[in-house]
């Protein structure tokens, strides 16, 4: 067998596989997880060590940026890394969690990997060369009019204050449905499926986004991001093409006429 021809790809790839079926055998292949007592912050650090020790054995010089133990402004190249996005679903045996790993590369292609585990499926994606979900090509809805898209979101705390709840008051409005399930990463990779139209979401960390908004933008879609004043948190809007700009301006336009 040759060499693979992206061996960033096939590192992250592979990471991302044995910390998923270490997890499904510690936790799903014990029965109902439901019954599992889970410490959620130990399993992070347990997956996020198998992730690590993949990719240090084959880069070794790469800097790491993870959600539990490194820091977050290493320079390129580095792998941005959130362990177990969805963590309180795992805890409470819901099938919806992932983990996300992302290269950032000085001089080589960006990589996003989201491993959907309940439903062993791979997304990914290489600069310049589209977006895949277990080998099958990705591309985003063609939802042309914001009355007929579905919109997947998160609320956090912040959220909830007025100011900034009339976001997600226009999108309940204008849409035909927005849902909430509770793993950036895997809802990011939905909309690049085309399974939802458009993503929102408030406030979210470099962790929660850097694989998935590639997978949206290598699978034909769009992102923008604003970043939040006085935190290292972002607002990220990801979409289909046809409808960004409309949601952009409907996000906007309403959040403003309510102040």
């Known amino acids: ?81 959130d362990p177990l996005d969805g963590s309180d679903n ?6 919806h969690f992932a983990i ?30 589209g977006a895949y979900a277990n080998g099958r090509p990705l591309s985003t809805s063609d939802t042309a009019d914001v009355s007929e898209s579905v919109v997947v979101t998160g609320f956090d705390p912040a959220t909830m204050r007025a100011s900034d709840f009339q976001h997600f008051q226009s999108l309940l409005a204008e849409t035909r449905g927005v849902r909430r399930f509770g793993s950036a990463a895997s809802e990011l990779s ?25 997978i949206v933008e290598e699978a034909g879609g769009k992102v923008t991001r604003v970043d939040l004043v006085n935190d290292n948190n972002e607002m990220i809007l990801a979409s289909n093409e046809e409808l960004h700009q409309d949601l952009i301006v409907l996000i906007s336009s309403k959040a403003k006429s309510k102040q």
Request: glycine share 8%; net charge negative; charged share 25%.
């Open 90 to 95: 795992l805890k409470n045996g819901i099938p």
């Open 1 to 81: 067998m040759g060499a693979p021809k992206n061996r960033m790809l096939w590192t992250g790839v592979r990471a991302a596989r044995q910390a998923g079926d270490a997890l499904t055998e510690a936790f799903f292949d014990r029965g109902d997880p439901a019954t599992v007592e889970v410490d959620v912050e130990d399993i992070d650090r347990w997956i996020e060590e198998r992730v690590i020790a993949v990719i240090d054995g084959e880069f070794p010089d790469h800097n790491v940026v993870s959600e539990e133990s490194r820091p977050e402004f290493a320079v390129q190249p580095r792998w941005i890394i």
């Open 190 to 214: 939905m909309v690049a499926a085309g399974q939802f139209d458009a993503f929102f979401e408030r406030m979210l960390s470099m962790w929660d986004t850097a694989a998935g908004t590639m």
């Open 100 to 129: 996300s790993i992302a290269f950032q590369g000085a001089g080589s292609p960006d990589i996003g990997i989201v491993y959907h585990v309940p439903s062993d499926t791979m997304y990914t994606a290489v600069e310049g060369e």
